[in-house]
């Protein structure tokens, strides 16, 4: 079982890990972006601006599916920077496993400031829980223990917060285009109606975040898994990265498409 540092600030519970690879994720998109687009050019492009037209027109071409080229324009940017950073997040968990091996120390309150951090839950009942089973890992006898692995590079795509943020920011921003269209458009189509209420803020807000979640979480364990078994998961492990590495690409696809499709349901002429 992997652990990761967390604290707790104004009743609220933030993973470390998590925060340090959504810096990471946002700061390689911020370089890749500004390195593509440094020596723009009329004539012939180069390789980076290349790259990052095919990228721009792979956008287009999904958002043209569901809407007109005129309001496809204006949300290519916001496709290019979803599916840049959910690919990026997806991948950086395969790159490399970061991960610490912590047994019983003997300076009793850097132990227990250790303890804290991996063991905050939210609830009383949850962290002390969680605490029995670390005591038990941090004092095992067991020469084959790892005893307390704390887990610190991950895909930030691989965190439930973190796809459910980018799930609550395009849902929301999909509403607001649709109240700045036509208020009594978008009330009669979406509150209207119990079976609109439903796909709009329950179905949809939990659909969209879970997928790329589970899909993601899943196969990070799995890796943990195979690279737990040394030499005996080498193959395996081998072929299940490449696989994850097309499952990554595939999710930010699916995100990004489902994001233009919520989008033009609000921004088409359907109310």
């Known amino acids: 079982m992997h652990y990761t540092l967390r604290f707790e600030w104004m009743g609220m519970v933030f993973d470390i890990p998590t925060l340090i690879m959504m810096v990471v994720t946002t700061l390689i998109v911020i370089w890749l972006i500004l390195r593509l687009t440094r020596n723009l050019q009329s004539g012939v492009?180069?390789?980076?601006?290349?790259?990052?037209?095919?990228?721009?027109?792979?956008?287009?071409?999904?958002?043209?599916?569901?809407?007109?080229?005129?309001?496809?324009?204006?949300?290519?940017?916001?496709?290019?920077?979803?599916?840049?950073?959910?690919?990026?997040?997806?991948?950086?968990?395969?790159?490399?496993?970061?991960?610490?091996?912590?047994?019983?120390?003997?300076?009793?309150?850097?132990s227990e400031s250790f303890i804290k951090l991996i063991t905050i839950s939210g609830t009383e009942e949850a962290e002390l829980a969680k605490r029995e089973i670390v005591m038990e890992e941090l004092t095992s006898q067991d020469p084959n223990s790892h005893g307390v692995v704390v887990a610190w590079w991950k895909s930030p795509t691989a965190a439930p917060s973190v796809t459910f943020a980018l799930a609550f920011v395009v849902l929301l921003y999909s509403h607001i285009i649709g109240i700045q269209k036509?208020?009594?458009?978008?009330?009669?189509?979406?509150?209207?109606?119990?079976?609109?209420?439903?796909?709009?803020?329950?179905?949809?807000?939990?659909?969209?975040?879970?997928?790329?979640?589970?899909?993601?979480f899943a196969g990070e364990i799995l890796i943990a898994f195979l690279l737990s078994l040394g030499v005996l998961g080498s193959i395996p492990l081998f072929v299940w990265l490449g696989y994850s590495v097309f499952v990554g690409a595939v999710q930010a696809y699916i995100f990004t498409t489902l994001t233009m499709v919520y989008i033009s349901q609000q921004a088409n002429d359907q109310h």
């Not at 458009?185 to 790329?212: C, D, M, Q, Y």
Request: aromatic share 12%.
């Open 45 to 110: 492009p180069g390789k980076g601006q290349n790259f990052l037209e095919w990228i721009v027109d792979f956008v287009r071409g999904i958002a043209g599916q569901f809407m007109d080229t005129k309001t496809a324009f204006r949300f290519i940017g916001l496709g290019v920077a979803l599916i840049l950073y959910i690919l990026i997040g997806n991948w950086l968990g395969l790159a490399t496993n970061v991960m610490t091996a912590h047994h019983n120390t003997a300076d009793q309150q850097a």
């Open 182 to 216: 036509s208020f009594g458009g978008w009330a009669k189509h979406t509150l209207l109606n119990p079976l609109h209420i439903l796909e709009e803020f329950v179905i949809k807000p939990l659909t969209l975040p879970l997928r790329l979640f589970g899909n993601i």
